[in-house]
């Protein structure tokens, strides 16, 4: 097997090389070609041609003017008459081939484009401007793929319904666990709802006073609980068993980002208030905590012995923070007690901690219900310093979920029908 690795690798290392030694021939012939009295255009012409193919290529269908332009300047049996007069300008082609790039471009090769107008000489020039046209092909390409993405979009959404449908019917059992999943979302909002519409003075709520609840919440609610999965104890929901190890990823990602923002939060309380306004010092000690917690996801990681080194490096950068711009140094006995409080960390049941963690959660629930709006929802206080990489997990979530809904809503909402017709 190593051998037939050593060998493919070899091949088209081999290719590479072959494809060079072709495109190193054909400009060094250019260049001769261009340097005999009178200079030679066969190749030249060629070149131009291409350029010319590649360049109608991008045009839409409704770009008659500029395709009658690029046809009737790039002419190559014209070109071909002036070069056999010697009449042939190719400095003069150029500059046009250069103009019409500049106009069919992606906003981000202006600069490149720009840059061409300064080489001189034709060889380089026209070497230049084959290596922008393939930047502009991959462009052509990737708006290509946008362009028909819905549509590849619905099609993957209706295949991945119709295998599970046939699994079904096999299998009629395979939504139990999909039941169950969205049973217990039910149940947890209804216990949440009613206790928030109990009077202060513990009576019973009138029926009216619990807010109803909706096939959407609770699917919501049902994605925000599989962040907080026992993957090792509990059996995954069938319909997003697929996506297991993504939404495992997240939660892992998320359970980091609390401990991060966590022990930001009690370093910028306990320390100095002053101190999170420096943004630089603020960005380092964020840096430095989330390198130290890079390998959170390991078994053999240890979150206590992290911690423990974390409370000392942070209070050492507290403290030279602060002999240089606090009003006053740091303390000894803000230093045991902010020790503490990162140190404590380590346990789930941490009240800050569980703060974090609820903020997060809260936060991509707003999300998740604002249907994938732009810009964001405003980041809950204390998650400030983390917002940038919590808006990026949000991002992964929210477009997983949107995902999952489009394929298996159906099933959802009729399970739900019934669920909460029941409450």
Not at 169 to 177: H, I, R, T, V, Y
Not at 340 to 345: D, F, K, P, R, T
Request: contains cysteine.
């Amino acid at each position: 097997m190593a051998c037939h690795w050593i060998h493919i690798g070899y091949k088209v290392s081999l290719e590479k090389r072959v494809k060079e030694i072709v495109h190193k021939a054909f400009w060094d012939c250019l260049s001769v070609q261009l340097s005999e009295e009178p200079p030679t255009y066969d190749h030249a012409i060629k070149l131009v041609g291409e350029i010319k193919e590649t360049l109608l290529s991008f045009l839409l269908p409704g770009h008659t003017r500029l395709r009658n332009q690029i046809t009737e300047v790039l002419d190559l049996e014209l070109i071909k008459q002036e070069a056999e007069n010697g009449a042939l300008d190719i400095s003069k082609l150029a500059e046009f081939i250069i103009g019409m790039m500049g106009i069919l471009c992606a906003p981000a090769r202006d600069e490149e484009v720009k840059k061409l107008k300064g080489i001189k000489e034709i060889v380089p020039l026209f070497r230049a401007i084959f290596s922008v046209l393939d930047l502009m092909k991959v462009d052509m390409a990737n708006f290509a793929i946008s362009s028909i993405r819905p549509h590849l979009m619905q099609q993957s959404v209706e295949y991945e319904r119709r295998k599970f449908q046939e699994v079904l019917e096999k299998q009629p059992n395979s939504l139990d666990f999909v039941t169950q999943w969205l049973e217990e979302a039910t149940n947890d909002l209804l216990t949440q709802k009613y206790k928030h519409a109990l009077p202060a003075g513990g009576g019973a709520a009138g029926s009216g006073d619990a807010p109803l609840l909706t096939p959407v919440s609770v699917q919501n609610y049902a994605y925000l609980k599989l962040l907080k999965w026992d993957h090792f104890q509990r059996p995954f929901p069938e319909t997003v068993l697929m996506d297991q190890s993504r939404f495992q990823e997240l939660q892992l990602q998320l359970e980091q980002l609390a401990v991060l923002g966590a022990v930001l939060l009690v370093t910028f309380s306990t320390a100095a208030p002053g101190i999170s306004g420096h943004a630089d010092f603020a960005e380092k000690l964020k840096m430095m905590v989330k390198t130290l917690l890079t390998d959170m996801h390991l078994p053999s990681f240890h979150l206590e012995d992290a911690l423990a080194s974390i409370g000392e490096k942070v209070c050492l950068e507290v403290s030279s923070c602060l002999s240089l711009c606090g009003p006053s140094p740091f303390s000894v006995a803000k230093e045991t007690v902010l020790k503490g409080q990162i140190q404590a960390l380590a346990s789930p049941d941490d009240p800050i901690r569980r703060i974090m963690e609820s903020r997060i959660l809260t936060f991509l629930e707003t999300y998740l219900a604002s249907g994938h709006q732009k810009p964001l929802p405003t980041v809950p206080g204390g998650l400030g310093p983390i917002q940038k990489e919590l808006e990026e997990v949000a991002v992964k979530f929210v477009r997983l979920v949107n995902y999952n809904k489009m394929v298996f809503c159906p099933y959802y909402d009729a399970i739900l029908s019934k669920l909460l017709v029941r409450s």
